[in-house]
């Protein structure tokens, strides 16, 4: 029986073997990675992509009191550098919005629809991304308010623009993917009702001034007879 030497040849295939799959699996762990990450970039490109409108608003006086009149000026700014916004509609609730008996009170809210023609915000470099609306309202002669402003309901992103419990709320309804909603509160300041007390003098100065007329009437009428009966004589 002789001795066999067995060679490393088949030790030598084995070994290159293992190298070649850890190396593909790394190959397809890498692709893997760098799938996700593109997922996660595109969605970030897709949010940025439609940038939401800025919405200031501001009513024509410091203060109002019940009846008074007005407008609420709500102005639309778009901040982003490179995309444009299109608004599709605004809705106003102001503070005295309430829904009763199955209806809103006249002057509660404004609705308007700005379709077909939609107006643009063009991006903050262009010198065309600020809009205007102004809305008019007469204040109810039961609204008290406050001088700090009344307070509000207003989601900042409203899954619609309609509900009954919105007040003291501005809803814009912009372009996206899909069509999306912003709020923003708008408050209205009411006056406090002021008194001024009445004082004495004030109160008796008109009173004295007629006495004293009277008075004077009744020595001049003394006079005046006096004077008649001396000629007489």
Same mark, same amino acid.
């Given at each position: ?12 295939? &084995? *070994? ?25 970039? *595109? ?6 992509? $439609? ?15 019940? =009846? ?36 809103? %009170? ?9 379709? %077909?023609?939609? %107006?643009?915000? =063009? ?6 991304? &600020? ?7 007469? *204040? ?10 009344? =307070?509000?309901?207003?989601?900042? $992103?409203? #899954? ?6 919105? $007040? =003291? ?6 372009? #996206?993917? %899909? ?20 004082? *004495? ?33």
């Amino acid at each position: 029986m002789s001795d066999r030497v067995f060679r490393t040849s088949v030790t030598s295939n &084995i *070994i290159p073997t293992l190298y070649e799959r850890v190396a593909t699996m790394n190959i397809r762990i890498g692709k893997r990675i760098i799938a996700a990450l593109l997922v996660v970039a *595109i969605a970030a490109l897709g949010q940025s992509a $439609h940038a939401q409108p800025n919405i200031s608003t501001q009513p024509d006086r410091a203060s109002y009191v019940p =009846g008074d009149s007005g407008t609420l000026t709500v102005t639309l700014i778009n901040p982003e550098t490179s995309n444009t916004i299109e608004i599709r509609n605004i809705t106003v609730y102001f503070p005295w919005a309430q829904y009763v008996n199955g209806a809103w %009170p006249s002057g509660a809210n404004v609705s308007q629809n700005l379709a %077909p023609n939609w %107006p643009t915000l =063009g991006s903050a470099q262009s010198g065309n991304n &600020i809009k205007t609306f102004t809305f008019s309202f007469t *204040i109810p002669s039961w609204f008290a308010g406050s001088i700090f402003g009344s =307070g509000s309901v207003c989601p900042n $992103h409203p #899954a619609t623009r309609y509900s009954t419990s919105y $007040h =003291g709320c501005v809803i814009i309804g912009y372009t #996206a993917t %899909p069509p999306q909603y912003v709020g923003q509160d708008a408050s209205i300041a009411m006056a406090l009702p002021t008194y001024t007390p009445t004082s *004495i003098v004030s109160e008796w100065l008109p009173i004295a001034t007629l006495v004293v007329l009277v008075v004077a009437t009744l020595f001049l009428a003394m006079a005046w007879t006096s004077l008649r009966r001396m000629g007489k004589k």
